[in-house]
T-cell receptor, first 118, second 112 residues
Framework: EAGVVQSPRYKIIEKKQPVAFWCNPI?????LYWYRQNLGQGPELLIR????????DSQLPKDRFSAERLKGVDSTLKIQPAELGDSAVYLC????????????????FGPGTRLTVL | QKEVEQNSGPLSVPEGAIASLNCTYS??????FFWYRQYSGKSPELIMF????GDKEDGRFTAQLNKASQYVSLLIRDSQPSDSATYLC????????????FGRGTQLTVWP
């Protein structure tokens, strides 16, 4: 079974430039997450999708960040314009309710996109 | 107070020893708990999850949960150099199912 796919793996841009990240979740996973991980820190949630609907975007800096998940499969996260402080690893994860039917949604992470803003 | 706190580390143990990683969380209503392993430059990889008080064993790994003390731990028996990584504790709060709150991780080094 293929895992979560992300691209690009690395991106270097100058501040004020736009950038976009793409994610393809595990087949059949209806929940998709975007996290940001700063160096030496744990991942922090930016946005969570249930199918096409963004159900938790409270931590997404909406002045410069946007995301979409058309057709409830692939997702794109965009930053415009990028700032120096946006340098981080952007992780996409997906999940599906466990076979036991519990509330525990085990999240599987993609390889991430390492963004450097100069 | 942070949502999830982990012992600061780094933790260094010899090969074959038991490594003990600890995590506390602030929300008493938290329902499920995860341990992820993250190698340098890689993404987090799920090791175990636990949601009932007590111990849960999987091979060399044992997760322990004490909800009364708001404490979760991971024991790694017979530690191997390949276990050297950062271990992230993550908590799924009951009020926001789906969102994981991560600690900053504990770096473990197993030396031969």
């Amino acid at each position: 079974e293929a895992g979560v796919v992300q691209s690009p793996r690395y991106k270097i841009i100058e501040k004020k430039q736009p950038v976009a990240f793409w994610c393809n979740p595990i087949s059949g996973h209806n929940t998709l997450y975007w996290y940001r991980q700063n160096l030496g820190q744990g991942p922090e949630l930016l946005i969570r999708y249930e199918n096409e609907e963004a159900v938790d975007d409270s931590q997404l800096p909406k002045d410069r960040f946007s995301a979409e998940r058309l057709k409830g499969v692939d997702s794109t996260l965009k930053i415009q314009p990028a700032e120096l402080g946006d340098s981080a690893v952007y992780l996409c994860a997906s999940s599906s309710p466990t076979l036991a039917g519990g509330d525990t949604d085990t999240q599987y992470f993609g390889p991430g996109t390492r963004l450097t803003v100069l | 107070q942070k949502e999830v706190e982990q012992n600061s580390g780094p933790l260094s143990v010899p090969e074959g020893a038991i490594a003990s990683l600890n995590c506390t969380y602030s929300d008493r209503g938290s329902q499920s708990f995860f341990w992820y392993r993250q190698y340098s430059g890689k993404s987090p990889e799920l090791i175990m999850f636990i949601y009932s008080n007590g111990d849960k064993e999987d091979g060399r790994f044992t997760a322990q949960l004490n909800k009364a003390s708001q404490y979760v731990s991971l024991l790694i028996r017979d530690s191997q150099p390949s276990d050297s990584a950062t271990y992230l504790c993550a908590v799924n709060r009951g009020s926001t199912l789906g969102r994981l709150y991560f600690g900053r991780g504990t770096q473990l080094t197993v030396w031969p």
